[in-house]
């Protein structure tokens, strides 16, 4: 007979779940309390703590949800099963770390890019489509500060693929917000109050003062697409979305906190 291996350890490897054990262990705790006040079934065939660690696991790697559980050695709707239940668990209890957008802009300049979640082609949502990427996907606003710290994700409010950023920060809500700040973005935002490079005009050339200029916005403006790497450090906002289209405004809302949560907001 096949000899069945020993269960695995947990999970410790920030580079791999994206926390760190003591945070992993915070949110396990907080789910705990939580919990303790609901009514529960049959007792779980994995601890919490293993089970806070293979949702972070599907969320910082986005593995199909079979080869977790060949990695975890329980069965796939045993995986989705768990997901299922703490996605809004984890969703409640992060929500005190994403700062409240009219918090972060005070005082303070703000830069801001789009970014796209892409969603695998789906049949019925051309509006998705992004000609620029060539592919579907939602788009989502980032603001963030100088350094390159993350301030604000427009969850959950993304909007559709094909929809350019000047658009796009109109229709998330922002643009009001942003208009009694002061804020850097790309050329794609010219016609809002966003301090932009200037574009090359027709049959004509950039100044060497305008080069300049571009040249220092270009430079401040890096800032905020580190912030997008990092939170697209949670993969399943950049390899593609497998699950219900309808979840993903969700998933991201809360892959937001957890960066928020994991850069100590």
């Known amino acids: 007979t096949t000899k069945i291996p020993k269960k695995q350890e947990p999970v410790r490897y920030q580079s791999t779940v994206g926390l760190s054990t003591d945070e992993i262990a915070e949110i396990v705790g907080r789910i705990e309390e939580v919990l303790a006040s609901r009514r529960t079934g049959r007792p779980p065939l994995m601890s919490l703590a293993e089970q806070v660690e293979m949702l972070l696991l599907l969320l910082r790697r986005n593995l199909p949800q079979t080869v977790v559980a060949d990695l975890y050695q329980v069965s796939q709707p045993t995986v989705s099963r768990v997901y299922r ?39 019925g949502t051309k509006e998705n489509y992004s000609g620029k990427r060539h592919r579907q996907g939602l788009n989502i606003q980032i603001a963030a500060d100088l350094d390159g710290t993350l301030l604000a994700v427009s969850a959950p409010a993304p909007v559709p693929g094909a929809r350019h950023d000047r658009r796009a920060i109109s229709e998330c809500g922002w643009e009001p917000l942003l208009d009694t700040t002061v804020w850097t973005a790309d050329p794609g935002y010219q016609g809002t109050t966003a301090t932009t490079p200037t574009k090359k005009p027709k049959n004509d050339e950039l100044t060497d003062y305008q080069k300049t200029v571009n040249k220092t916005i270009s430079g401040r403006r890096s800032a905020v697409e580190r912030a997008i790497a990092h939170l697209k450090n949670w993969k399943i906002l950049a390899t593609g979305h497998r699950g219900r289209l309808t979840e993903l405004p969700n998933i991201i809302r809360i892959v937001a906190r957890l960066e928020f949560y994991r850069l100590g907001w």
């Open 85 to 123: 239940r703490l996605v809004p668990l984890f969703d409640e209890v992060l929500c005190l770390h994403e700062p409240f957008f009219v918090d972060v802009l005070a005082n303070r300049e703000t830069l801001v890019d789009g970014t796209d979640v892409p969603t695998g082609n789906r049949a």
